[in-house]
């Protein structure tokens, strides 16, 4: 494929290192949360069957909280992987020579990084919102408060807890979500002459690289269907 006269093999080879990545990432999230889920029944299993004397009061704020990591582990991991298939399709399909290419652009790879660390961020923060309108929802809290032994007040409405929480909780994203919109917008502005040699054909007289959907070849002047440049025909 010819080029503007730019080289994009290292813009290529960043954009293949990301997909490398993303399936990376897939599976150590599915790791994560086999060895979470694995954990937690070995704890449970030991404290509940090892004649172990745990108090039952303890015993079930053990148990809340391996429930809530479990809960918290696998939501976050499974909406990761949803981002991580996104950064591994988003991207054109690539040949056998730029899948062999090892260098990459060390400027778009980390823009792609911090896009990456800001998007784990906000699901991260979104997740954990989630899991604790969970244990807001279910009898669990209300054993938690009775160790603890808060207000009456509290007692009778849970959600004065965890409000300030949901509040600095979306704060923080609020506050990242400009900043993932810049790299974004940055990360467009990088991958621009990607886009257009990506979306573009040769002109079968000249050989040109042209638009896929140029009705004119601006080299020979020759008509191209819009359908792409393989299919033409003379003026």
């Not at 911090?114 to 669990?140: A, F």
């Amino acid at each position: 494929m010819e080029t503007t006269g730019k080289d994009y093999s290292k813009t290529f080879g960043t954009l293949r290192q990301i997909q490398r990545d993303a399936y990376r990432d897939i599976i150590n999230g599915a790791i994560i949360v086999a060895i979470t889920l694995a954990f937690s029944i070995v704890i449970l299993y030991i404290l509940t069957f090892a004649r172990m004397n745990i108090n039952s009061t303890i015993l079930n704020v053990i148990e809340t909280f391996i429930s809530l990591i479990v809960f918290y582990v696998s939501v976050s991991r499974l909406a990761l992987m949803f981002w991580d298939s996104w950064r591994i399709t988003s991207y054109p399909v690539f040949s056998s020579k730029v899948l062999g290419n090892k260098s990459h652009d060390a400027k778009l790879y980390r823009l792609f990084k911090r896009e990456d660390k800001t998007v784990r961020k906000i699901v991260n923060l979104i997740v954990l919102s989630i899991t604790l309108i969970y244990l807001q929802l279910s009898s669990k809290i209300y054993t938690l408060m009775t160790i603890v032994e808060v207000p009456k007040i509290f007692m009778s409405e849970p959600i004065l807890i965890f409000l300030p929480l949901h509040v600095v909780i979306f704060f923080s994203i609020a506050h990242d979500i400009p900043f993932l919109t810049a790299l974004h917008e940055k990360i467009k502005s990088e991958l621009s002459g990607v886009i257009l040699l990506v979306g573009k054909d040769k002109c079968p007289v000249c050989g040109k690289t042209i638009s896929t959907k140029s009705i004119h070849c601006p080299y020979c002047g020759i008509r191209v269907k819009e359908t792409g440049g393989e299919n033409a025909e003379r003026a």
